[in-house]
């Protein structure tokens, strides 16, 4: 209506109303209302969104389809109109972001959760054009406004996402060398997952941004005594944005003599540390994923495994954050991070301020294969405040000009598929096309036809055959390499995981051994150690087979020699069905997905190999020459009890009252107590037998009167004592009457090796198909019917591994002489000799007299 208005003005009056309303309006109409009055009747309206692009577009007359020129017109007046939509939007959040942060309408403090859901809900391109309005708008950069406004944690995360790749590193660099101090950790997080021209663009911007060399920066940051292998690594990656071509493609010939440079390297005494350094450094992304896929085919170990056992420190974790994906590194990154007690904020916001919103995606989408938890479920368990939020909005919120990454993907490999499909059919179509013109060539010049025009149209013929074979084989190199990339993609994700499983493991039943063994599939411990319910042996098994294997469940089997947890060992699955490795190009390109194959092929196979267990509980024969040596405190009870005085240290600290109450005297306090178990200086413990003090010392007396003799005086002469059980004891017989109860260890033998341990009530259950609470009572009936059954023991540690060829000789655990007991222990507790016992007897008789 205004613009109607203002057409009919200018017919009328030959001026514009604008230019009309300008000189009228002044003295007291200037101020609010002149500016107001002028908005209504300008053209375009100011701050129309498309600057008055868009009434352009409508008025256009219809084009044809054959017409390029009005069609490329056309299309250069929509990108003009969204580039003004995109300026207009950047226009409106850069006034938000202003009354965020001067207090909304109030102009107290600053409104946090509306900055936040500005900047949060954008994308870095974004909010680089909202700077540029906020620069033009208020005279300020917007990351100004930011530190003014805010600090700590919440304050950097905003501030980096606002920040465009280069200048996010560049500041956290900054940030990790300024001052006292060093943030190794940022400093790793920053530089190691980075491809070259990242790491080069970083460099420039940290010399722009503030006037140092970065590589003069890290290296006084990082070299120092104990910082040599750190120091030698980040300069290192440092270098790699000068020699590094991101785009050279894979070398799986370089990779074989690298893999095997690395092994020689960390064999043997010592570590060739600058020798790995320059081999992974200097090496672009996709040749370190060739050399760590060689290296596992070839030595059947991981590369990270052998470097966590050759480096150390800082070293260690910058060249394992160097050989992993980048994104698998942010997502371990981000669990550690979250993980044990307290949330590295530092961290959480270095990997995700620093992503863009399509990055995100893809880790949104690689912490869920990993982990099995959404990352936006996982945050809110451990952030909180206006950090939190802030995190939370950046990494939840969607980028409103590309969708989710996933979504992008998936566009372009349909778009691929269909231009693979495409493209064959259209050779065909142009072939057969060519043929017919031939043909008809062929019928209207068929007289006339020369040798020449023949040997035309053969070349012609060879020449397109040729194209289409070098198309073809173009298009087959691309969907190889592609399918390479997903396998290795996806054997790494499968390794990470049952790498993952295997610790929590170690952390709920204790170490690891490596050991070849041959487990049986067992489909209900299966289930049990996945947590699958309860399932068919046939169903576990196909679960395994097809979901298990790729999320890299671990496998619980029971054997002779106990219960254990362990990984499938691939390399040995293939040598056992004598199939051949991959190599290079090779399809499949990984051990997993042939294995997977030799898996699916056929049925349930009778045992699968592993190498790496975790004993839940081991079984096997009581070791009891172990256990005399290892509890030489017990040595006592393997011979016959002598008599002897009460022990005056030990009866103290096992019954303090003796001290308190009875002067410090355990005779005194067994006048008392004439049916607690009493400690002999022999070492022996026990009630005190009164039939043979009543047989030794009073024989004319009863049993009765005999301990009433004791109560009244005979305690004071402090008589020698005799126990009731005074016979000498088996390991079995101490562990059923004594240790048990006390939790001592047993030693036991097995096929494996020596083990030490306590009763496992659930180990020895499931081994003999009966309840847990009835194990014991189970055990030491079928000890007290003459049996030998195998004892099985948790909380376990490994004394000794057997060869894997080595026969283990099939001895008595109970076959001990006397003999070899009394050279063992003769002269440690003994009082006296026969003769002296003699003589002491006489005494006692003579005291008995008395």
Not at 353 to 378: H, Q, T, W
Not at 714 to 729: A, E, F, G, S
Request: charged share 40%.
């Amino acid at each position: 209506t205004c613009r109607a208005v203002a057409a009919c003005f200018m017919e009328l009056e030959d001026r514009s109303l604008e230019d009309a309303l300008k000189s009228e309006l002044g003295g007291l109409f200037e101020g609010d209302f002149r500016r107001a009055t002028l908005a209504m009747v300008a053209d375009p309206p100011p701050h129309e969104p498309t600057r008055g692009e868009q009434r352009k577009v409508d008025e256009l007359p219809p084009i044809d389809d054959d017409d390029a020129d009005g069609l490329n017109a056309r299309l250069d007046l929509l990108m003009v109109t969204n580039d003004a939509l995109k300026e207009h939007i950047a226009f409106q959040d850069a006034h938000e972001i202003w009354k965020a942060c001067n207090g909304g309408w109030t102009g107290i403090g600053t409104d946090e959760e509306a900055l936040i859901a500005v900047i949060g809900n954008r994308t870095k391109d974004q909010l680089d054009r909202v700077d540029m309005q906020y620069r033009e708008l208020f005279g300020k950069p917007l990351a100004e406004e930011i530190k003014g406004e805010t600090s700590g944690n919440f304050k950097d995360m905003l501030l980096l996402m606002q920040m465009g790749m280069a200048e996010c590193d560049a500041y956290l660099l900054h940030k990790a060398t300024e001052g006292w101090g060093t943030d190794e950790e940022a400093l790793i997080d920053v530089i190691a997952p980075k491809s070259p021209e990242r790491l080069r663009e970083m460099r420039d911007m940290f010399q722009d941004r503030y006037d140092k060399s970065l590589m003069d920066v890290v290296d006084s940051e990082t070299s120092g005594w104990f910082e040599s292998d750190f120091n030698g690594v980040i300069k290192a990656l440092l270098s790699r944005s000068e020699n590094v071509d991101e785009e050279t493609e894979v070398d799986d010939a370089a990779a074989a003599e690298a893999a095997a440079a690395l092994k020689t390297a960390m064999s043997g005494v010592g570590t060739d540390e600058q020798a790995v350094i320059d081999i992974l450094c200097k090496a672009n992304t996709t040749q370190i994923a060739a050399i760590r896929t060689v290296f596992e085919n070839e030595n059947g170990n991981s590369l990270e495994s052998w470097l966590e056992g050759d480096f150390s420190g800082n070293a260690q974790d910058t060249l394992l954050a160097l050989c992993a994906p980048p994104i698998d590194y942010y997502c371990r990154r981000l669990r550690q991070a979250m993980d044990g007690i307290g949330t590295d904020e530092d961290a959480i916001t270095r990997v995700l301020g620093s992503l863009n919103k399509a990055e995100l995606g893809v880790l949104k989408g690689r912490f869920f294969e990993k982990y099995d938890i959404d990352l936006d479920e996982r945050l809110k368990q451990d952030v909180g405040g206006s950090w939190g939020k802030a995190v939370l909005t950046w990494v939840s919120g969607v980028d409103p000009t590309l969708g989710t990454e996933e979504e992008a993907q998936a566009q372009q490999a349909a778009l691929e598929a269909i231009e693979v499909q495409e493209e064959a059919p259209a050779e065909e179509e142009e072939e057969s096309d060519d043929d017919a013109k031939s043909e008809k060539d062929d019928d209207e010049d068929e007289d006339g036809e020369d040798e020449d025009e023949e040997e035309e149209n053969e070349r012609k013929k060879k020449r397109r055959e040729m194209q289409k074979r070098k198309r073809r084989e173009q298009l087959r190199k691309k969907k190889e390499k592609a399918l390479k990339k997903q396998h290795l993609r996806k054997a790494a994700a499968r390794c990470a995981r049952e790498r993952r499983l295997l610790k929590e493991a170690v952390e709920e039943f204790g170490e690891k051994i490596r050991v070849r063994m041959d487990a049986e599939f067992d489909g209900t411990l299966y289930c049990k150690q996945n947590d699958l319910g309860e399932r068919s042996d046939r169903a576990a098994w196909r679960h395994f087979k097809k979901k298990g294997f790729w999320k890299g469940n671990l496998i619980r089997f029971a054997t002779d020699d106990g219960v254990f947890i362990g990984a499938l060992d691939l390399h040995r699955l293939l040598d056992e069905h004598e199939v051949r490795k991959p190599r290079g190009d090779e399809k499949p390109y990984t051990v997993d997905h042939k294995a997977e194959k030799l898996l699916l092929k056929g049925g349930k196979p009778d045992t699968l190999p592993v190498s790496l267990v975790i004993p839940v509980c081991v079984s096997g024969r009581i070791e009891q020459h172990t256990f005399k040596q290892r509890n030489r405190d017990l040595a006592p009870f393997w011979k016959k009890a002598k008599k002897a005085k009460l022990h005056i240290s030990r009866m103290r600290a096992r019954y303090p009252e003796i001290e308190e109450d009875f002067d410090d005297d355990p005779y005194k306090w067994l006048r008392r107590r004439m049916k607690k178990k009493v400690i002999l200086q022999s070492g022996r413990t026990g009630k005190v037998d009164w039939e043979w003090y009543q047989e030794k010392y009073k024989p004319n007396k009863s049993v009765r009167r005999a301990m009433q003799f004791f109560k009244r005086k005979d305690w004071k002469h402090r008589p020698k004592l005799q126990i009731v059980n005074r016979d000498k004891m088996t390991v079995w017989e101490y562990y059923r009457d004594v240790g048990y109860k006390q939790g001592r260890t047993l030693f036991i033998k097995n096929g494996l090796g020596r083990f030490e341990g306590t009763f496992s009530e659930e180990g020895y259950a499931q081994a003999n198909e009966i309840d847990a609470e009835e194990a014991w009572d189970h055990y030491k009936s079928a000890r007290e019917d003459g049996e030998k059954p195998k004892i099985s023991l948790n909380c376990m540690h490994t004394l000794k591994l057997f060869p894997q060829d080595f026969e283990v000789p099939d001895s008595d655990e109970e076959e001990d002489s006397e003999d070899e007991d009394s050279d063992a222990f003769d002269g440690e507790h003994d009082d006296s000799d026969g003769e002296d016992e003699d003589e002491e007897d006489e005494e006692d008789d003579d005291e008995d007299s008395d």
